[in-house]
């Protein structure tokens, strides 16, 4: 396919490089000249010098000729000019735009009133929040994501020297003792990612991604050691963007008691406007005696949603220095989120990486229902609805040949909605939604041999 990109930030070259490894053509229009280079040596992509709002500029650039837009610059207001310019020259093309305001609601509301086609509105903001939210009340997991419309989650959490899992095979799921099963579907070992197959031994210090179903995730938690918190009672917010701003408003709505530190003087008098119940401090949230006067050792939580990295890991790791079981980083950059791990913070949220698995999800489509990156991009979770006429339909896991790197996590009959967590025996009919495990290399021809047939999707590649 090939794609256009406004804005050559960090967030659209992390896009590219995934989308230029599974064999599109990419066209990135940037106004920085110096970026421009960077970009040049950085992919195998077309970078052109342009103004994302110039009519002229996108003509030079071929957009008529686009199968998909995607305007990620860090301008909303640029970002909009830039779609309406590609509904008018690219009008079939498939459109995505990153937008960073709360009110992405109502600009989806507005582009549909206007005719103007939007295929998807990228907020990973919201995802970031929501991921927080959920594991705020389990210090021991990372993550918790949701698979067909919930039935199935899945859970992330390093391994300690008396786990239950420790030394177990990993081929097939594993009973537990209330009922219910879990399957460890990814290790991730520093920065590779491993599919275990049956003879992998866990290590301390894994990272492992462990499938269940709905009804068996309070077991499953259980089973591998982890306890859950009845009540969240205090949480600490550094910095008081719009993340920080938000996730503050959902916790005063669970009735949490929230301390929200922001170093700039005019946006906490904003946060104490638009905050019924949370304490805005003007000061570093990131410095030492300031947590220590602030009692930070009673917070159940802290999170760091500053622009700075650095900031973000520092404050987290006084924390957790100081006492606090839970602490989780915003880090953009994405070789930082490994360091995260080996640091012993074994939650971070990223914004780029969110972004970057809207687009694919939209890219794909024809089958793809959700894509989910593990790790900093070692590893995909794929959620696909299987076609008819699909090679791996109607014959046992044990007789498909599946490209080296990927299993099978979890299978869902459209009839009955029953769930399967897969072993060797489990087969997979057309019309099932399955939930792949792929290393980041192997995705894209699993996702090829299973939806090759008369509707092959324009997107795969040939």
Not at 5 to 25: C, K, M
Not at 134 to 157: A, E, H, N, Q, T
Not at 194 to 223: K, S
Not at 327 to 356: C, D, E, F, H, W
């Amino acid at each position: 396919m090939r794609i256009h990109f406004a804005g050559g930030g960090h967030s659209a070259e992390y896009i590219a490089r995934r989308l230029i490894r599974e064999g599109h053509s990419l066209v990135l229009m940037e106004r920085d000249e110096v970026r421009c280079r960077e970009l040049e040596d950085a992919l195998d992509a077309r970078v052109m010098v342009g103004s994302a709002t110039s009519i002229a500029d996108w003509k030079d650039a071929d957009l008529a000729k686009a199968d998909v837009f995607v305007a990620c610059t860090r301008s909303d207001e640029v970002n909009t000019v830039a779609c309406l310019i590609a509904d008018d020259l690219a009008p079939s093309a498939l459109k995505v735009v990153r937008l960073r305001t709360p009110e992405f609601d109502d600009w989806q509301r507005m582009f549909a009133a206007l005719k103007v086609r939007v295929d998807r509105i990228v907020h990973p903001e919201s995802d970031v929040i929501a991921r927080i939210l959920r594991v705020l009340s389990v210090p021991g997991v990372s993550d918790v994501r949701d698979f067909i419309d919930g039935r199935v989650k899945l859970f992330s959490m390093n391994v300690e020297s008396r786990s239950a899992v420790a030394g177990r095979a990993l081929r097939e799921p594993l009973e537990l003792p209330g009922g219910g099963a879990i399957k460890i579907c990814i290790i991730l070992r520093g920065t590779k990612a491993i599919v275990p197959m049956g003879n992998e031994t866990l290590l301390r210090g894994d990272h492992i991604y462990v499938l269940t179903t709905d009804d068996a995730l309070n077991d499953a938690l259980t089973f591998m050691g982890v306890a859950r918190r009845e009540r969240v009672g205090q949480v600490f917010i550094v910095g008081g963007g719009e993340v920080g701003l938000a996730l503050a408003r959902l916790l005063e709505t669970q009735k949490v008691s929230v301390k929200l530190f922001e170093r700039d003087a005019r946006r906490c008098d904003f946060l104490a406007e638009n905050l019924a119940g949370t304490l805005v401090l003007n000061t570093d949230g990131t410095d030492q005696e300031v947590l220590l006067r602030e009692s930070v050792e009673s917070a159940d939580a802290f999170i760091s949603l500053t622009g700075n990295d650095d900031a973000n890991l520092i404050a987290c790791l006084l924390a957790r220095r100081f006492g606090v079981n839970k602490v989780v980083p915003m880090i953009n950059r994405l070789n930082y989120l490994p360091l995260a791990q080996r640091l012993g913070i074994n939650t971070s949220v990223s914004p780029r990486v969110k972004a970057a698995d809207a687009v694919l999800e939209l890219i794909r489509r024809g089958g793809v229902v959700s894509v989910r990156t593990l790790g900093e991009e070692a590893a995909e979770a794929i959620e696909l609805v299987v076609p008819a006429g699909s090679r791996y339909a109607g014959r046992p896991l044990s007789e498909i040949d599946l490209p080296a790197g990927v299993r099978v996590g979890a299978i869902a009959r459209p009839e009955d909605g029953e769930v399967i967590l897969a072993d060797s025996g489990s087969v997979i009919e057309a019309g099932d939604r399955v939930v792949f495990f792929a290393q980041e290399s192997a995705a894209p021809r699993l996702e090829s041999e299973l939806l090759e047939g008369p509707t092959r999707p324009k997107w795969l590649p040939r």
